[in-house]
């Protein structure tokens, strides 16, 4: 078989036949004509810089063809590299998650949770903060942030604008685990708590409340589903919830649905907003769902 002749095969022969015809015609005419000598010399002249000109702009276009192909190729193996690599890191968090399930809490702890509802999704914010007892060595452990789930969006942990805090005795380091409806985060202890130990994650769950914005009422759900190691159905020890209303002329309310803990009748802060604490003094490993009330647009 014939061998396909290459672009730059292609591209000589192509501008040499446009060049034979161009200057045979040029030729011929001036002939025909019977143009003076020095006009025919320039008008071959002519001929030829646009041949050159034809020549340069298709040489610019095979280089800019074979450029393109070149990126395409590395493109294609950049991505095949990618895909190879990110297939291996979710191994490596899949096998972190089904570890981090299986283990039993080694601690007890108290928290206390800071729901405080802004006047538009930008403003909604929440801040947990607990004292961990290691029982007895705490290295790191998982938790879920409350997120909206009303949506099949993916929420990322820096879109949360999610931030750890260990005011004495080190750090904590925050990896996405799962980044769903339901983001998990795994928290890393450096170093490892060995004592009660204090410490508080926050974020902002942007556009959590617009449903309690725009109709009034809505709820919240919390799983206390963290059987110890010591066979207690809960690591919490005491369990307090705090929530933050925009300021209104009417009180909101908050009710827990199964009646669990207890719960503070709304009162005014420093800053003019409602405030409401529900606490349980005894959590037993419980599915806690409040219910929550305010006026619409402030009224």
Same mark, same amino acid.
């Given at each position: 078989?014939?061998? +396909?002749? +290459?672009?730059?095969?292609?591209?000589?022969?192509?501008?040499?036949?446009?060049?034979?015809?161009?200057?045979?015609?040029? !030729?011929?005419?001036?002939?025909?004509?019977?143009?003076?000598?020095?006009?025919?010399?320039?008008?071959?002249?002519?001929?030829?810089?646009?041949?050159?000109?034809?020549?340069?702009?298709?040489?610019?276009?095979?280089?800019?063809?074979?450029?393109?192909?070149?990126?395409? @190729?590395? &493109?294609?193996? @950049?991505?095949?590299?990618?895909?190879?690599? /990110?297939?291996?890191?979710?191994?490596?968090?899949?096998?972190?998650?089904?570890? !981090?399930?299986?283990?039993? #809490?080694?601690f007890s702890e108290t928290l206390e949770v800071l729901v405080s509802i802004g006047v538009d999704h930008d403003s909604d914010r929440i801040v947990e903060k607990?004292?961990?007892?290691?029982? #007895?060595?705490?290295?790191? *452990?998982?938790?879920?942030?409350?997120?909206?789930?009303?949506?099949?969006?993916?929420?990322? &942990?820096?879109?949360?604008?999610?931030?750890?805090?260990?005011?004495?005795?080190?750090?904590?380091?925050?990896?996405?685990?799962? /980044?769903?409806?339901?983001? *998990?985060?795994?928290?890393?202890?450096? #170093?490892?708590?060995?004592?009660?130990?204090?410490? /508080?994650?926050?974020?902002?769950?942007?556009?959590?409340?617009?449903?309690?914005?725009? *109709?009034?009422?809505?709820?919240?759900?919390?799983?206390?589903?963290?059987?110890?190691? !010591?066979?207690?159905?809960?690591?919490?020890?005491?369990? /307090?919830?705090?929530?933050?209303?925009?300021?209104?002329?009417q009180p909101p309310s908050v009710k827990e649905r199964q009646g669990y803990g207890w719960i503070s009748e709304p009162e005014r802060d420093a800053r003019g907003?409602?405030?409401?604490?529900?606490?349980?003094?005894? #959590?037993?490993?419980?599915?806690?769902?409040?219910?929550?009330?305010?006026?619409?647009?402030?009224?």
């Open positions: 078989m014939p061998e +396909t002749p +290459t672009i730059s095969h292609t591209l000589f022969r192509g501008t040499l036949n446009v060049s034979v015809v161009l200057i045979g015609l040029t !030729s011929g005419i001036a002939q025909l004509t019977e143009i003076p000598t020095r006009i025919a010399q320039w008008a071959l002249t002519a001929v030829f810089l646009a041949c050159l000109l034809y020549f340069v702009v298709r040489l610019w276009q095979l280089a800019f063809v074979v450029k393109i192909r070149e990126l395409k @190729a590395d &493109l294609q193996d @950049a991505t095949g590299l990618l895909a190879i690599q /990110q297939a291996g890191h979710q191994h490596y968090l899949d096998a972190i998650q089904r570890i !981090s399930e299986r283990e039993k #809490p080694l607990r004292i961990t007892t290691p029982e #007895p060595l705490v290295t790191h *452990r998982t938790m879920r942030p409350i997120v909206p789930t009303d949506t099949d969006r993916l929420t990322r &942990l820096d879109e949360i604008s999610f931030k750890t805090l260990r005011p004495v005795g080190g750090t904590i380091t925050a990896l996405p685990l799962e /980044q769903s409806r339901l983001l *998990r985060v795994w928290l890393i202890f450096d #170093p490892a708590m060995t004592t009660p130990t204090e410490w /508080q994650v926050e974020y902002l769950p942007r556009g959590l409340w617009n449903p309690l914005r725009e *109709r009034g009422w809505d709820q919240l759900v919390w799983e206390d589903r963290l059987p110890t190691a !010591s066979g207690t159905p809960s690591a919490f020890t005491r369990f /307090q919830v705090t929530f933050s209303f925009p300021d209104s002329d907003r409602w405030e409401v604490v529900w606490l349980d003094e005894k #959590p037993a490993g419980r599915r806690y769902v409040w219910d929550l009330t305010q006026a619409v647009g402030g009224r």
